[in-house]
């Protein structure tokens, strides 16, 4: 069963996969699927996150679809038809938006690296913001 408790921070990571999509996929049919598939994870996960398990071993989702009573396990790569036709499928955007959230809520990014995003810390105010090329990475004690 999965639950996630800090609806805020996974908001956060659903609008973070989201920009990320906008700004890294070009074709606008693969873009479109995507963003659906990451909103269809994000009501899924909301849901029917009972009948999902996160696996931290090899950071896999387990996720029971009741529709198909298949269990589907998606880290990049999935069981459905969806991903055997090479399309976007939710248990995939399912598996990156828990996997993001899971880090967030487990380690805090190592200071000074513009790895996931500045709300990995949201307990401070940063004191300054520098640009590491085109991210703006605000700087805590
Ligand atoms: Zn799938």
Redo the contacts with the bound molecule.
């Keep these: 069963m999965l639950e996630i408790e800090n609806k805020d921070r996974f908001g956060k990571v659903i609008a973070d996969s989201l920009s990320k999509i906008e700004q890294t996929v070009t074709d606008a049919q693969t873009k479109k699927r995507w963003i659906n598939a990451i909103a269809k994870a994000a009501a899924e996960i909301e849901q029917n996150g009972v009948f999902m398990t996160w696996q931290n071993e090899d950071h896999s989702l387990l996720i029971w679809s009741q529709r198909s009573n298949n269990i589907?396990t998606?880290n990049g790569v999935?069981?459905?038809r969806?991903?055997e036709q090479g399309a976007p499928?939710?248990?995939?955007a399912a598996a990156r938006l828990v996997r993001l959230y899971m880090e967030l809520e487990t380690a805090p990014a190592p200071v000074g690296e513009a790895r996931e995003i500045p709300y990995l810390r949201n307990t401070k105010e940063p004191i300054t913001v520098e640009k590491y090329g085109p991210v703006r990475l605000p700087i805590y004690n």
């Excluded at 499928?89 to 995939?92: A, G, M, N, V």
């Design positions: 589907y998606a999935c069981q459905c969806a991903f499928c939710f248990h995939r």
